[in-house]
């Protein structure tokens, strides 16, 4: 038995909460911009009336305005986005209990188990697309089909406000024609390859075959492969279910020219991340540091640690010697993320080696947990480290 799978994406979501808030601009051409005292002058989202002008995401406001120049440029309110973004979940977890975020304005559900009460998934994507417009007062486009890469594809076909059946039936028609990079998984730099094989469509990429995908990408070409001809057999993850990493990034208002500067906003990240592999009953056993430089150039590093942890002190020192050791600050930094990666679960075992202060690094183990159990119980910002009291970042999920 086929499952019936929706994906639910919020239509111009920056744009439409910010008309939820002031329905004034719901007849304006409007563009969520960043600051440009903070170097972050760009439209990071639009309403449809500015997208008819041709305003795009990531162009400078002054394009935009140039475009459009009755373009209204409202600043971005990440805490509203988060809180209406629950808002429509809370929607979402009548109708199954299998929701996956995708980004703040996406999710997929597996709605296969809800099919007896509710309908079949035309139906039950009705339901939902209604409930969120009378409910929220924003607009929702969902794919339907019968797993997530197909599911997503039709979310897409038709916005603002629409939805879109993909079938074991008329999948071929309706996908195949599609440009290659409409296929989840398809970026800039793995479509400019794909063009150089001749393959422009995702029909192309069924028709090219296993081996020749595999040969070229690899595994991600075999699952380029079996996407295209509608086999993505990738479960719908809940928020329970446990990740495989866990990153965040951050971009900074002014750049950092040395290991002091950037120590706070290291700290800070890790103790996001180590909240989160707390919460999941996880433990750390690589990190990865990624940074861009001031005329955009991005490194990366990794390396192990001595044991598994969630300390996030441990990981926030191994993720400065990285940078240290392998950058030194020798050009300005723009951007840092930090990745958790070989994540271990509590009762595996590991490894250790005969060079580390086990004793220390328990101790560390044992604070850090009655910090995380405090600010569970009173907030996040109840007990906070000196060296971060002033780092305001706005940090992402990676």
């Not at 989160?276 to 005329?295: E, K, M, N």
């Not at 990366?300 to 392998?326: D, G, H």
């Not at 930094?333 to 060079?355: C, E, H, M, V, W």
Request: aromatic share 8%; charged share 25%.
């Amino acid at each position: 038995m086929d499952r019936t799978i929706l994906h639910c994406d919020l239509n111009n979501f920056f744009a439409s909460v910010a008309v939820l808030d002031n329905p004034t601009l719901k007849n304006c051409p409007l563009a969520v911009t960043g600051s440009v005292e903070e170097r972050h002058g760009i439209v990071l989202a639009k309403n449809e009336l500015a997208k008819s002008y041709g305003v795009a995401t990531a162009e400078a406001i002054w394009q935009a305005k140039r475009k459009c120049p009755e373009l209204v440029c409202v600043p971005p309110n990440y805490h509203r986005y988060n809180e209406v973004s629950m808002a429509v979940r809370d929607i979402y977890l009548r109708f199954s209990d299998a929701v996956e975020p995708f980004g703040i304005d996406e999710c997929w559900l597996d709605v296969t188990g809800s099919r007896l009460l509710f309908g079949n998934g035309m139906e039950i994507a009705e339901q939902i697309r209604a409930a969120v417009k009378r409910e929220i007062g924003v607009t929702v486009s969902i794919g339907v089909s019968f797993n997530k890469v197909f599911a997503k594809l039709g979310s897409d076909l038709k916005k603002p406000d629409g939805i879109t059946e993909i079938s074991r039936e008329n999948f071929k028609e309706k996908v195949w024609p599609l440009p290659a990079n409409a296929l989840l998984g398809v970026g800039r730099s793995t479509k400019n390859q794909l063009d150089s094989l001749g393959i422009f469509t995702i029909g192309d990429i069924a028709a090219a075959g296993c081996d020749v995908l595999k040969n070229r990408f690899g595994k991600m070409g075999e699952q380029l492969y079996l996407s295209a001809c509608g086999e993505d057999s990738s479960p719908v993850a809940t928020e329970e279910s446990a990740p495989k990493s866990v990153g965040r990034t951050t971009t900074l208002s002014s750049d950092l020219h040395s290991a002091e500067e950037a120590w706070p906003v290291v700290l800070s990240l890790s103790e996001n991340i180590s909240e989160t592999l707390r919460r999941h009953g996880l433990y750390c056993g690589a990190v990865q540091a990624h940074i861009r430089t001031f005329d955009l150039n991005v490194k990366e590093f990794q390396a192990a640690l001595p044991a598994p942890t969630q300390s996030s002190m441990v990981m926030a020192e191994k993720c400065m010697e990285l940078i240290e050791n392998n950058f030194g600050f020798s050009v300005p930094l723009r951007s840092i993320g930090f990745r958790a990666i070989n994540l271990k679960d509590a009762a595996a075992p590991y490894q250790t080696d005969i060079f580390t202060d086990f004793h220390e690094a328990e101790s560390r183990e044992e604070v850090e947990d009655k910090i995380f159990e405090i600010r569970q119980k009173y907030g996040k910002d109840s007990i906070v480290r000196g060296t971060t009291v002033n780092t305001h970042i706005h940090d992402r999920d990676e």
